[in-house]
């Protein structure tokens, strides 16, 4: 059983969505789920579902080897950011190369880097009339969303989608294809 480590700043639905889908097969455990906020919605899915969770602070997170230490003891295979906001410390790059992955909700090179995240991508995917966005799984480098792309699937956006419309469009492709990279990476 391979074991996944996962990272979440918000809600977690991507963290949700990953965990049920290993709990039904034998492939891989999430054995963690790790975050920043300590009010993040993640937090009640994880008590909701018995997965162990833990809070940390930005001096935790960038401050020290402490945190590489952290995870090294949850012997992860892969360590996954599902709506993870916090630049990765490159300590933990170098700990754990080509094991960290990432979800973009656009089709990267495009609107990625600092700041954009969430509705923030989609409000500009809406900005400039895209008539497709999507989402991107990618390695994780020194650099906001600037790793080597894993996987990118498509969604047509209509001039009559809302930001949440996008946003919808765009989790779902999430939901679908997400678990199933992560299963490939890991087998
Ligand atoms: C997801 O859409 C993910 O792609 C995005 O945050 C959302 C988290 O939703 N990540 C980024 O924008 C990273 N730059 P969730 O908490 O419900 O899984």
Redesign the pocket.
């Known amino acids: 059983m391979k074991r996944v480590v996962i990272l ?1 700043s ?6 949700e969505n990953i965990f049920s889908y290993f709990k039904r097969g034998s492939t891989a455990e999430v054995v963690a789920i790790l975050t920043n906020k300590k009010t993040a919605k ?1 937090l009640e899915r994880c008590e909701r579902l018995g997965i162990p969770a833990y809070y940390f602070n930005r001096e935790a997170f960038s401050g020290s080897d402490n945190f590489v230490e952290v995870i090294k003891g949850l012997k992860p295979d892969l360590i996954v950011l ?2 993870f ?1 916090w630049k990765i410390p490159i300590p933990l790059i170098n700990a754990f190369s080509n094991k960290i992955i ?4 656009a089709l990267l090179p495009k609107y990625g880097g600092k700041g ?3 509705n923030k ?1 989609h409000q500009a995917v809406k900005e400039n009339s895209d008539p497709e966005t999507g ?1 991107s799984i990618h390695y994780v480098n020194e650099n906001y ?1 600037e790793g080597a792309i894993i996987f990118q699937a498509k969604t047509r956006v209509e001039s009559s989608d809302s930001v949440d419309d996008i946003a919808k469009k ?2 779902q492709l ?1 939901y679908e294809h997400f678990p199933k990279v992560i299963e490939k990476l890991l087998t």
Not at 10 to 15: K, Q
């Open positions: 979440a918000g809600s977690g639905s991507n963290a993640v599902a709506g906001l990432n979800i973009h909700p954009m995240y969430g991508v989402i969303d765009v989790h999430e």
